[in-house]
């Protein structure tokens, strides 16, 4: 009897025992948000290409909401920090003495790459999801591929040979060495061209956002091409792709100077949206705040290149304490509380100009160039460019590249880079610049993780 | 006529009766005067020949009234002798089996109880002198042969006292045990049941709670401070509520949980470690919220601290920290009692350096700008162009209020002969030395129901906590605010690029947070029979919390047009458990075997839910005080969490003499890789009571025990959702274009497994003296490997870092435990016993393979305790420079990265606990000091790490405390600090750079401290009787009422100088029962 009973009670165990391995397996997909369940339906998809904006948009440093802007501008002759006893930590992007350990370059490398993997992880999601509804599938796609593109062709220009992580498989991405700087140029290519055949003709339109040019469109993405084209040497295909842009009714120079920057500007090819009810952009806290006192200045040099007339003198820079300082006022919204009447200007109608004028300057048709140069010139309150010949056209080019993208995305640092000018241009105003400053450096962290991979020159 | 009588009727005679035979000595009768006594009435007596024979002589008093029935059931009692009588024939019967002389007397036949009539199972009858054993029934019957009429016997059982008594065979006995005195034999709670001190295998220490007065500290931590070898309880904050570091045996893990599994009542807790998840942050630190403070002390019983493989290997995979096992107090039948207990007091902030004085801090900014070459313009030194008559004590501003604390408790217990109850309720208010009204207030109710049936068989047990906790306090913690210019304008903002920290506006950013905490374990027992029982529990317990953080503009620098920004978080932690046990025990040889075999199931839910809102005004956040669904970003998270065990143990004691203990326990979690759900973790133990053996008439020695233990134990990861790729909500934000973003947190590790430990043990246990003198010793070794390392993941990966098993890790923790007590010396009327422990604790990272290649190879260092680190070997201020000197191999005297060298850190050498218990008449002091030897980290350096003397810090928080003053200021000087420098430029600053990455970071902060004191008055029974109260005691108690130290700026235990360093409290009361 008592036996019977030892033996029912083993059996019990034994059973419970065999339900054990399928208890503690926890119906974990079903409570996280894990990467099937966002790409499962078009809202939480939408939400997660959302994030990527938001980390984009979020912020004063991040990769894309003002980092780049101003390290960029300061590592060239556009910014300098306001004298003072204490030193922003950006300062030593001015005087170019970055070190692999630094937090700010290794936060910029970070960051970018933070990006990369969000958007990796949309692609990868949209691609394997069988149940998005097509236009979204691959609208979000295409915009992520844009997205990724964008952030490449940073990477490169800021760190040279970059890895090329492509999807989000934890093991395969850490055995990543550096790709060859022309492969990923052809990646952020194919991601470009791409994205033209994915994203549709107009911009997403959100309810109550009607109008706002936030999400990259088809002429986005041709835009950004354009740009690849140009830093490529591929003068025909930059020349046709600005035109697209150019000959594009959407688009076109404000004649206001002072409405270039606002969130509805028919300037803008693609701008990032302020996400944070108080804060504004990220220039705007960069240049403005605290008001007087701004922590970063544009350089004697820059203020010295305006021409005598030029309204973008008077309307995009402003003296401060008396003026003895100017900063830039390309934004001059501080607090949005209200409503942001500015957006983050990532993409212009502008630059597709100076982009068509070099490529036309670069192939000899200098009568074009000129033309889309003083088609810039013209809105700016200046006469047509006097310039003639080959290298006075390029010289005019790059000279308007210079005022008119001025503290943008770091137009000035990649084009003293890709022009092979930087040593030339910088040794005078800079005397401590060595010519590997052109590169950033790798962080520590990446190279400990990646054994075999080189520092760039001049970290070691 | 025929008379048949059973002698078995005759034997239920009344008891008194009989008493009053035997109490008149008697004559001798020999078996022939009997026979011819009973001829005499007519009788014939009639037997067989070997009876006659061996039938011994019997005392009896015999009269002659008494008639034949009687006479015979006087001289046969006790007897395996029965008769009949029929007619004038008297015929005897032999009942024994055997034909032996001894085997003529009866069994002795009785019963054992306790002082509250429950019969006691498994006691040992002990024939003193024969050594026949025999063991009681679950009915508390016994049956023992004897060799006569009266036996002497020893009757023994756990948590009993030894009772040596002289039984007799000629009634049923009834015994009464009295609960042991002897604290060998008290109750030890372990893993899945109980054992003694006397037999227990392991390394279990026992705190038991200190019947009536009700210590103010509000937290069971409380109770373990500076008692227990092994064990570091240290206060992260004197904030009311905060977190406390516990850590039992040292550090085994590099990165993963470090802390003790708790207990509750067999329940293991939902929050093991501190309310950490609690919102975003309160003055009570990033390590939140004391996850037991919903347990009120006066409700526990006492505190069980494991630490061997044979104590805690049961427990499997969560037991690598050790256990502490909470037994909550239980009801007492009798008649209804009332206990409760008031008591009030003060707190202050534990002493801490003063800071500069205006003059003081000029002098400094102003050296600094002269030793850089640099004038003192209204530019480089604002301060010195404010008022500079003003010298406010930052310090006292921000921390220097005194603290309320309250008490109040009830205690009512009762019950029958089959149930019994206990229910409290406690008050606990606290508020902190900060500016503007704060406060930590608790109310709990506690409840033990226990029940069985008539025949005792069905057992239940029921204890139940609820209790509700609201904390009101600042966002953060004022502390690092105390460091404002003495002469900065500390009631506005400053004009902007300076922004100065307005302190009474800082306390308009308040956070509060409510915590509901109900715990519930119900237990039943069913015994089928006197070998098996079957018991089944179920446990509950939940947090919930309900915070609120307001951040308000009035609060912030309006000069960078912050917003106001409110975050409200929801978290829930639930969790249950259901258990099922078997239980074996009997005898098999000389010994008891006691086997147990279970089943646990336990499954947890943790919900984060979160929404944080930005408002343009306070009025607009004051108004919307909840979720404004356009407004508001929701987290939203639930992290599930399974786990199953199958557990065996079994235990034999041998005599009394050797006690042999074996377990295995198969544990399986969901907090595990796909690929390694399981794991299995084994101990086994001895010991050997040598005592029982040799010393067995010593004076000196009365009891010696030698125990060795080996065996495995785990540690789970505790990483939950790092297990696979997630996504959350990105930070609250207006959305992108009205969408709420969703982005990737985490990246998938399907390989994740448990650390395993191995430890070893052996332990020494004496008593000296009559049981006044207690010793014992222990030397235990545990290896850690399988290290979870978080390792950071190439950042092109871009998801920052994963947790990952590193092979070959290995963390060995080493230490010796003493402890000397004496127990009740008296010296005349004084009464005196006293607790010492010593603990040397060794730490070694005994192996990391490949470390040179991970980013920690410039942190650990292998060969050395955990706590070290490389950094650069600092040599003193040079006299000559002022500058810090280094060893270093450049000329200019900074060190390169690579001149890194191992240097001791954050190591604990040993520490010690010291209690003592002095009584006199009614008085009675109690104290309780530790004593630390060890490193911590250098204020100072952490100092120089915010703002190095001389700077100007942002928001001005650039004063410091007086020790700055002893600095280099001419060549010559020797000094502790450097010379100071205003310049990031200098070479000053490099030094100063180099400095605090130099093994400077750490210092000796070795403390003695006196961590509390009561001094209580018992009133006199005759005055008690006359106010009809069963007892009265008047209290004050001082808690950390002196510290010795040479720990410079702050407190040793808190170390950081921008944490509020414990408080000092004093508090009075009253504890009376009814």
């Known amino acids: 009897m008592t036996y019977r009973r030892y033996i029912a009670g083993s059996l019990f165990v034994a059973l419970l025992c065999a339900g054990c391995r399928k208890f503690t397996e926890t119906p974990a997909e079903q409570q996280l948000m894990t990467p099937s369940r966002v790409f499962s339906d078009d809202a939480d998809a939408e939400a997660a290409m959302a994030g990527v904006y938001i980390d984009m948009a979020y912020g004063t440093r991040g990769f894309m909401n003002g980092a780049i802007s101003l390290d960029a501008g300061l590592s060239a002759d556009e910014l300098d920090c306001r004298p003072q006893s204490l030193l922003p930590p950006e300062d030593s992007f001015r005087r170019n003495i970055l070190s692999p350990g630094d937090g700010l370059p290794t936060a910029l490398f970070d960051n970018g790459y933070l990006l990369v993997n969000e958007l990796n992880s949309v692609i990868e999601g949209v691609r394997a999801s069988a149940s998005l509804s097509p236009a979204v599938q691959d609208r979000l796609e295409g915009e992520a591929e844009f997205g990724r593109a964008f952030v490449y062709f940073y990477l490169v220009n800021l760190y040279g040979a970059v890895p090329l992580a492509l999807g989000t498989d934890l093991l395969q991405n850490e055995r990543l060495g550096r790709a060859s700087v022309d492969s990923v140029y052809a990646q952020v290519t194919a991601d470009l061209e791409d994205a033209q055949r994915l994203l549709p003709v107009d911009y997403f339109d959100a309810p109550g956002y009607e109008g706002d040019r936030t999400r990259p469109n088809r002429a986005t993405a041709t835009a950004m091409l354009a740009r690849v084209r140009l830093y490529r040497g591929q003068w025909d295909l930059a020349d046709s792709a600005a035109s697209v842009l150019i000959n594009d009714p959407r688009y076109l120079l404000e004649p206001s100077l002072d409405s270039v920057f606002l969130s509805g500007s028919r300037e803008a090819i693609w701008q990032l949206q302020p996400v944070l009810k108080n804060f504004a952009t990220a220039d705007a806290f960069y240049y403005l705040l605290p008001p007087g006192r701004p922590n970063f200045i544009l350089t004697p040099d820059l203020m010295g290149a305006f021409e005598t007339g030029d309204q973008r003198e008077s309307h995009w820079t402003k003296g401060v304490t008396g003026t003895t300082y100017f900063i830039p006022t390309k934004y001059r919204q501080t607090n949005p509380s209200a409503g942001a009447k500015e957006y983050e200007m990532v993409l212009r109608l502008a630059e597709q100009y100076v982009i068509r004028a070099e490529a036309r300057a670069r192939v000899g048709n200098l009568a074009g160039a000129v033309a889309d140069v003083n088609s810039v010139r013209t809105r700016a309150g200046l006469p047509g460019t006097s310039a003639t010949g080959t290298a006075a056209v390029l010289a005019a080019v790059l000279q308007e590249r210079r005022v008119e993208l001025m503290t943008e995305w770091g137009h000035r640092w990649l084009d003293l880079k890709r022009t092979v000018m930087a040593d030339s241009t910088l040794v005078p105003e800079k005397p401590w610049w060595q010519t590997t400053d052109q590169l950033y450096p790798i962080p520590d962290a990446q190279l400990r993780s990646s054994p075999g991979m080189q520092q760039n020159p001049g970290y070691q | ?371 850089d070459g640099l004038a003192p313009t209204p530019d480089r030194l604002p301060e010195a162009w404010w008022d500079t008559t003003r010298s406010t004590d930052y310090q006292k501003v921000a921390t220097g209020g005194t603290a309320s604390v309250w008490n109040g408790g009830i205690q009512i217990t009762g019950g029958g002969q089959h149930d019994n ?249 969901s907090e595990l890789g796909e690929q390694n759900p399981y794991g299995d973790f084994w101990s086994v133990g001895g010991a050997w009571i040598f005592t029982e053996r040799f010393f067995k008439n010593s004076n000196v020695l009365d009891f010696g025990k030698i125990r060795a233990s080996y065996g495995t134990t785990g540690n789970e990861p505790g990483v939950d959702s790092q297990l696979i790729e997630t996504y959350q909500p990105t930070f609250p934000s207006r959305g992108y274009q009205g969408l709420q973003g969703l982005h990737p947190v985490s990246v998938a590790n399907p390989r994740l497994q448990w650390e395993l430990n191995y430890r070893d043990e052996l332990g020494l246990e004496l008593r000296f003296l009559h049981r006044h003198l207690w010793f014992s010793a222990a030397a235990s070794r545990n290896w850690t490997t399988n290290q979870l390392v978080r390792v950071p993941t190439a950042p092109v990966v871009g998801t920052g870092k994963v947790w990952r098993n590193v092979a070959g890790i290995n963390v060995v923790n080493q230490a010796l435990e003493f402890e000397i007590q004496g127990n009740d010396l008296k010296i005349g009327s004084f009464g005196w016993t006293s607790a010492l422990n010593l603990t040397l604790p060794k730490n070694r990272l005994a192996a990391w393979p490949d470390l040179e290649y991970t980013p920690y190879s410039t942190i650990y260092v292998v060969g050395h305790p955990l706590g070290d680190r490389k950094s650069f070997q600092y040599s003193g201020v040079n006299p000559g420079t002022g500058y810090y000197s280094f060893r270093t191999h450049n000329s200019n005297g900074i060190p390169d990265a690579s001149e890194v060298y191992p240097s001791a850190g954050l190591v604990q050498y040993y520490y010690a606990g010291w209690a003592n218990t002095v009584r006199w008449l009614g008085w009675e002091l109690d104290m309780v000091m530790d004593y630390r030897r060890e490193r911590g980290y250098n204020p100072l350096v952490m100092l120089d790490r915010q703002n190095a003397p001389g700077m100007e810090a942002p928001s001005e928080l650039s004063n410091g405390p007086v020790e700055w003053l002893d600095r280099w200021q001419k060549p010559g000087d020797h000094a502790t600090m450097q010379r100071v420098t205003t310049q990031k430029q200098s070479l000053a600053y490099m030094a100063l750079n180099a400095y605090n990455q130099s093994n400077a970071w750490s210092m000796d902060a070795s403390y003695f401290r006196m961590r509390s004191v009561t001094f209580s008055f018992r009133l006199p029974k005759r005055l008690t009787d006359k106010w009809k109260i069963g007892t009265a005691q008047l209290y004050v108690t001082g808690n950390n009422l002196f510290t010795l130290t040479r720990f410079p700026v702050t407190d040793p235990e808190t170390q950081d100088p921008a944490v509020l360093p414990p408080l000092r409290t004093i508090v009075g009361g009253i504890h009376i029962s009814f």
């Open chain 2, 1 to 371: 006529m025929q008379k048949i009588f059973a002698l078995f009727v005759l034997l239920s005679l009344s008891q008194a009766g009989l008493a009053q035979l035997r109490s008149v000595p008697g004559r001798v009768y020999s078996f022939k005067d009997v026979k011819d006594l009973l001829k005499e009435r007519s009788y014939d007596l009639n037997c067989i020949h070997w009876l006659k024979e061996n039938m011994p002589p019997v005392e009896m008093h015999l009269s002659r009234d008494m008639d034949i029935p009687t006479i015979l059931m006087v001289w046969l009692e006790g007897f395996k002798v029965t008769g009949t009588i029929r007619g004038p024939i008297i015929n005897l019967y032999y009942t024994g089996d055997t034909s032996s002389v001894t085997a003529l007397y009866a069994d002795v036949q009785g019963n054992i109880y306790d002082e509250k009539r429950r019969p006691i199972e498994d006691a040992t009858i002990t024939v003193v002198g024969s050594g026949t054993t025999c063991i009681s029934k679950q009915d508390g019957s016994f049956h023992l042969a004897a060799r006569g009429f009266t036996t002497l016997v020893n009757i023994s059982h756990i948590g009993y006292a030894t009772k040596r008594i002289e039984v007799s065979n000629k009634k049923r006995q009834v015994i009464e045990m009295e609960v042991a005195e002897d604290n060998l034999d008290v109750t030890v709670v372990r893993a899945y049941g109980s054992t003694s001190q006397r037999f227990n295998p392991g390394n279990i220490y026992t705190v038991v709670n200190k019947e009536g007065i009700h210590t103010p500290g509000g937290s069971p931590q409380d109770m373990l401070v500076g008692k227990v070898p092994g064990l570091l309880i240290s206060q992260t904050n004197g904030v009311a509520g905060s977190a406390y570091r516990v850590m039992l045996g040292g550090q085994h893990s590099i990165q993963g949980n470090n802390r003790p599994l708790l207990v509750l009542d067999g329940v293991p807790l939902a929050l093991d470690g501190a309310l950490d998840a609690i919102g975003t942050g309160s003055a009570q630190g990033p390590g939140g919220a004391n996850p037991l403070s919903f347990i009120d002390p006066q409700d526990i019983e006492s505190i069980e601290v494991l630490k061997d493989a044979a104590a805690t290997s049961v427990y499997g995979s969560r037991a690598s920290n050790g256990v502490i096992i909470i037994t909550l107090k239980k009801g007492r039948s009798g008649d209804m009692r009332i206990s409760a207990d008031v008591n009030a007091g003060f707190g202050r902030m534990l002493h801490v350096s003063p800071h500069l004085s205006t003059l003081q801090f000029l002098q400094l900014r102003r050296e600094g700008l002269q030793n």
């Open chain 2, 421 to 669: 109850y206990l229910l409290s309720g406690t008050l606990h208010r606290e508020t902190t030395v900060y500016p503007g009204s704060t406060s930590v207030e608790r109310r709990s109710l506690y409840g033990y129901w226990h029940g069985e049936s008539e025949s005792r068989k069905l057992q239940f047990n029921f204890s139940g906590i609820y209790s509700w906790q609201s904390n009101h306090l600042p966002m953060a913690d004022l502390t690092p605010f105390g460091l404002l210019a003495p002469d900065a304008p500390g009631s506005s903002w400053g004009t902007p690029p300076v922004s100065i920290p307005d302190i009474p506006a800082l306390a308009n950013n308040d956070y509060s947070g409510d915590v509901y905490s109900l715990f519930g374990h119900l237990q039943a027992t069913y015994q089928f029979s006197d070998h098996f029982s079957l018991e089944g529990s179920f446990g509950f317990n939940g947090v919930l919390t309900a915070e609120k953080e307001a951040l308000r503009i009035a609060g912030q620098d309006t000069n960078y047009h912050p917003p106001a920004q409110l975050t409200l978080t929801n978290n829930q932690y639930k969790h249950s458990m259901v258990e099922t046990m078997a239980r074996w025990k009997g005898r098999i040889g000389q010994g008891r075997l006691v086997g147990m075999l279970g089943f646990d199931i336990q499954q947890r839910q943790v919900d984060y839910w979160s929404q944080i809102a930005q408002f343009a005004t306070d009025a607009d956040m004051n108004a919307s005080r909840n979720a404004d669904p356009n407004q508001f970003v929701t987290a939203n998270n639930h992290i599930p969490y399974r786990y199953a065990a199958l557990y065996a143990t079994a235990e034999y004691i041998w005599r009394n003499e050797l006690v042999g203990t074996a377990s295995w326990r198969r544990d399986g979690s």
